[in-house]
């Protein structure tokens, strides 16, 4: 273990060395980027979202072949997906509208237009959940959460299961600690991917609070570690979070850009071509409001005015062209999940040289620090 200001009240509760959490974002976060992180100290987060429960034993069967340090599983909890809404009640000439604007897409991708409602969403969360418990996964990570389940945590903590939330609002924590939840991630409004708000808001800024502001809220208004997220990239960003009292950080963003990460290489690089003003939050990628890069998609649907469909609907309705888009290495038609740090952003290291880096950068700062103010 560290023994100093790094060796905080998460890393404790945890197991970990040092307080760096990588974000179990979708299409990124598989087996080796995990095991790296957490061999490097930190803690890796598998992402769980949509796997069919044996794929994801399987998976977390894999990471613990690679370490045998703590790691998490991360699911979201949206309402929208228990049970995933079905698209059959969504009026016709709401599907009409979105399916012409898709179309449109489609076109330059060689695909074929489409009328169609599209599928429901996979209902694998309910048994995502009971695989999480039955592995004793050391931490199950948590997103998008409507209404907290007690019940849920209870089982966890009989597991040895430490259960992880983030939140974008400071009801929100105190409704997740209420519940049972042992550490709170603060999510800024400069966070990549999407907002975890278990209700969609009618515009994206809504509840969009700095992470500068949201941290120390949650600090002062939860008694569990709270860890700092969105904007964060490097050693400035973690002793940041720690004079805002958080006990951590999670990074997402970062971890994008490493050998590990499962991304498309035209995100990785454009994540490195790209800085801060590159980013939007939209929902036309998936229904709920989300940060990622701008492109041809995001822009043209935007501008297009055609309806969004319902939470995860939306995602199931384009996803021929997200896929298409990946087979053809097309960024200008498929989701490129980003924060506003992406302006620090500039290799493309392994996952646990990124742990390494940070903790070196934050000693570094620490070490200016104390010579600015001895001199002051």
Same mark, same amino acid.
């Given at each position: 273990?560290?023994?100093?200001?790094?060796?905080?009240? #998460? !890393?404790?509760?945890?197991?970990?060395?040092?307080?760096?959490?990588? &974000?179990?974002?979708?299409?990124?976060?598989?087996?080796? +980027?995990?095991?790296?992180?957490?061999?490097?100290?930190?803690?890796?987060?598998?992402?769980?979202?949509?796997?069919?429960?044996?794929? #994801?034993?399987?998976?977390? @069967?894999?990471?613990?072949?690679?370490?045998?340090?703590?790691?998490?599983?991360?699911?979201?909890?949206?309402?929208?997906?228990?049970?995933?809404?079905?698209?059959?009640?969504?009026?016709?000439?709401?599907?009409?509208?979105?399916?012409?604007?898709?179309?449109?897409?489609? %076109?330059? #991708?060689?695909?074929?237009?489409?009328?169609?409602?599209?599928?429901?969403?996979?209902?694998?969360?309910? /048994?995502?959940?009971?695989?999480?418990?039955?592995?004793?996964?050391?931490?199950?990570?948590?997103?998008? $959460?409507?209404?907290?389940?007690? /019940? +849920?945590?209870?089982? !966890?903590?009989? @597991?040895?299961?430490?259960?992880?939330? +983030?939140?974008?609002?400071?009801?929100?924590?105190?409704?997740?600690?209420?519940?049972?939840?042992?550490?709170?991630?603060?999510?800024?409004?400069?966070?990549?991917?999407?907002?975890?708000?278990?209700?969609?808001?009618?515009?994206?800024?809504?509840? &969009?609070?700095?992470?500068?502001?949201?941290?120390?809220?949650?600090?002062?208004?939860?008694?569990?570690?709270?860890?700092?997220?969105?904007?964060?990239?490097?050693?400035?960003? =973690?002793?940041?979070?720690?004079? #805002?009292?958080?006990?951590?950080? =999670?990074?997402?963003? @970062?971890?994008?850009?490493?050998?590990?990460? +499962?991304?498309?290489?035209?995100?990785?690089?454009?994540?490195? %071509?790209?800085?801060?003003?590159?980013?939007?939050?939209?929902? $036309?990628?998936?229904? =709920?409001?989300? *940060?990622?890069?701008?492109? *041809?998609? &995001?822009?043209?649907?935007?501008? &297009?005015?055609?309806?969004?469909?319902?939470?995860?609907?939306?995602?199931?309705?384009?996803?021929?062209?997200?896929?298409?888009?990946?087979?053809?290495?097309?960024? %200008?038609?498929?989701?490129?999940?980003?924060?506003?740090?992406?302006? =620090?952003?500039?290799?493309?290291?392994?996952?646990?040289?990124? $742990?390494?880096?940070?903790?070196?950068?934050?000693?570094?700062?620490?070490?200016?620090?104390?010579?600015?103010?001895?001199?002051?």
């Amino acid at each position: 273990m560290a023994n100093d200001v790094f060796r905080t009240e #998460l !890393c404790e509760l945890l197991g970990i060395e040092y307080p760096i959490v990588q &974000s179990g974002m979708g299409g990124v976060a598989g087996p080796e +980027m995990v095991a790296e992180v957490s061999r490097a100290g930190g803690l890796g987060v598998l992402a769980g979202l949509n796997v069919p429960p044996d794929d #994801l034993r399987r998976m977390i @069967r894999r990471v613990r072949e690679l370490t045998d340090r703590p790691f998490g599983v991360n699911l979201w909890l949206h309402p929208a997906l228990r049970p995933p809404i079905d698209p059959r009640s969504v009026p016709d000439d709401v599907v009409a509208g979105a399916q012409g604007q898709l179309n449109r897409f489609r %076109e330059p #991708l060689g695909l074929p237009p489409t009328v169609d409602r599209p599928p429901a969403a996979p209902d694998f969360l309910g /048994a995502a959940i009971e695989v999480v418990i039955d592995e004793r996964i050391p931490v199950f990570s948590t997103a998008l $959460v409507g209404e907290h389940d007690a /019940a +849920m945590i209870r089982r !966890c903590h009989e @597991r040895g299961v430490t259960v992880m939330t +983030m939140v974008a609002t400071v009801d929100d924590a105190r409704a997740a600690t209420s519940a049972g939840v042992d550490v709170i991630v603060a999510q800024g409004g400069e966070a990549g991917g999407h907002r975890s708000i278990g209700d969609k808001p009618v515009t994206p800024d809504a509840q &969009s609070i700095s992470t500068m502001a949201i941290v120390p809220v949650i600090v002062d208004a939860v008694r569990v570690p709270v860890v700092a997220a969105g904007g964060i990239a490097d050693g400035r960003g =973690l002793v940041a979070a720690l004079a #805002l009292g958080a006990s951590g950080i =999670l990074l997402g963003t @970062r971890f994008v850009a490493t050998r590990e990460s +499962m991304a498309a290489e035209y995100w990785k690089k454009r994540l490195l %071509e790209s800085d801060a003003t590159a980013t939007t939050l939209t929902d $036309v990628f998936s229904g =709920l409001w989300a *940060r990622g890069l701008r492109n *041809r998609f &995001s822009e043209e649907y935007r501008a &297009s005015g055609a309806p969004v469909l319902p939470p995860l609907v939306q995602r199931s309705a384009a996803n021929d062209i997200y896929a298409q888009a990946a087979k053809q290495q097309d960024g %200008e038609f498929s989701p490129m999940w980003a924060g506003q740090s992406i302006g =620090l952003i500039h290799d493309l290291p392994g996952a646990g040289d990124v $742990v390494h880096a940070i903790v070196r950068e934050a000693r570094q700062v620490l070490r200016a620090l104390d010579t600015r103010v001895r001199l002051a």
